[in-house]
C-alpha cells in the first residue's frame, strides 16, 4: 500500500480480507465509511480501513480487466437476475447447499432466490454429538434454513466402522449420575481459522467493556497458544483492549512439580534410576550434600542402568 512490493501473502490476506465487504454488498470506500458511520468501532481503526479499501480499489481499477468479476458480484448477478433461475439449466431436479454455517447477506440473498425457483437440500452437519450440545454457529445456520421454510431431517450416521467406534467408547464411559447443565451464559462457537476466533473474543470483550465491564473481571484462556501466539496480542492490541499475558507452565515442568513428579516414580515397585538422579540434581532437594548427588549420578552413567536397585549396590560396593 506504500509503494514498496508486497509479498504474495499479504496481497492475498488485503484480498480476502476486503472480499467481506464486497459479500456485504459493499463496492467503493464511501459505501464503507457510511457503514461505519455510528459503529462502536475505534475511529482510528475505521480511517486506516476505509484508507486502505479505497486504496485498494484504486488498483483493483487500475490493474483488473473490467469484464473479471467479484465473488460477490457474480453472486449478486445471479440473485438480481431478471430470466428464471430454473430456465438456466432445466434439467436439474434438485439443488443441493453444504458447506454453510454463516451467511453473508449476498449469499442469503442468492439462496432465497434459489429456494424461491428451484427444489434444494440442505446439508447441516451438526457438531458435538448433534443438536446436544452449545454450538452457536449450527444453531443460528439452523434459524436461517427455518426462516426460509426448510424441512428438518435428522439423519443417523451410516457408516458402521464409525458406529463400532463409537459404541466403544461409550462402552469406556462412566456416566456421572449427577447431571450438570449447561449455564445459559456457555456459548459453543466453532469458526474456521484461529484468527477469526479471536476476532470474535475480541468482539466480544470490546462489547462488555463498553457496557461498563472492570477489565480486571475478565479473562481468556488460551488452550494452545502456539497456534494463537500470533494473533491475541495484535488482535487485542488492534480492538484497543487492555491486556496482561500470562503464560501458565504445566506442573511437571517447574521445580515444584518435578519433585512431585519423581517422588511418585519413585514409589513404583520397581523404581527407575533417571528418578532418582532427577530427584537429586532438583535445586529444592537437599536431602544429601552435591558430592554424594555428583557421585549417584556418574555412577548412573557409567554402569547405564535403567533400575535404582543395581546402582545402589554399586554406589555402596564404591563407598
Request: negative net charge.
Amino acid at each position: 500500500l506504500a509503494g514498496e512490493p508486497a509479498s504474495a501473502a499479504l496481497a492475498d490476506s488485503f484480498s480476502s480480507r476486503f472480499s467481506l465487504f464486497d459479500d456485504a454488498g459493499v463496492g467503493t470506500a464511501d459505501v464503507l465509511a457510511a457503514e461505519f458511520e455510528g459503529s462502536d468501532l475505534d475511529d482510528r481503526i475505521a480511517t486506516a480501513t476505509v484508507d486502505a479499501y479505497r486504496h485498494y480499489r484504486d488498483l483493483h481499477g487500475d490493474y483488473v480487466d473490467e469484464w473479471v468479476c467479484t465473488r460477490g458480484e457474480m453472486f449478486d448477478a445471479v440473485a438480481t437476475a431478471e430470466q428464471s433461475l430454473s430456465a438456466f439449466s432445466p434439467e436439474l431436479d434438485v439443488v443441493i447447499l453444504s458447506g454453510y454455517h454463516e451467511f453473508r447477506p449476498v449469499e442469503r440473498r442468492l439462496i432465497e432466490r434459489l429456494v424461491d425457483e428451484l427444489p434444494m437440500i440442505a446439508l447441516l452437519p451438526l457438531h458435538q454429538d448433534g443438536r446436544s450440545g452449545v454450538d452457536a454457529v449450527a444453531e443460528d445456520a439452523l434459524e436461517v434454513y427455518e426462516a426460509l421454510d426448510f424441512e428438518t431431517v435428522e439423519l443417523e450416521p451410516v457408516d458402521e466402522s464409525g458406529r463400532a467406534f463409537g459404541t466403544i467408547t461409550e462402552a469406556l464411559y462412566r456416566p456421572d449420575p449427577d447431571t450438570v447443565p449447561s449455564p445459559d451464559a456457555l456459548r459453543w462457537r466453532e469458526l474456521p481459522t484461529p484468527e477469526r476466533e479471536i476476532r470474535f473474543v475480541a468482539r466480544e470483550l470490546r462489547t462488555e467493556l463498553a457496557n461498563g465491564r472492570d477489565p480486571d473481571d475478565l479473562a481468556v484462556v488460551v488452550p494452545g497458544t502456539e497456534a494463537y501466539s500470533g494473533y491475541v496480542e495484535d488482535t487485542f492490541d488492534t480492538f484497543d483492549i487492555p491486556h496482561v499475558t500470562t503464560a501458565a507452565s504445566q506442573l511437571n515442568r517447574t521445580f515444584t512439580g518435578s519433585v512431585v513428579h519423581d517422588l511418585l516414580n519413585l514409589a513404583e515397585p520397581d523404581p527407575r534410576a533417571e528418578d532418582l538422579t532427577s530427584l537429586l540434581a532438583n535445586p529444592l532437594v537437599d536431602v544429601v550434600d552435591t558430592d554424594q548427588a555428583n557421585a549417584l549420578t556418574a555412577a548412573a552413567r557409567r554402569r547405564d542402568t535403567v533400575s535404582v536397585s543395581p546402582l545402589l549396590d554399586d554406589v555402596d560396593d564404591e563407598a
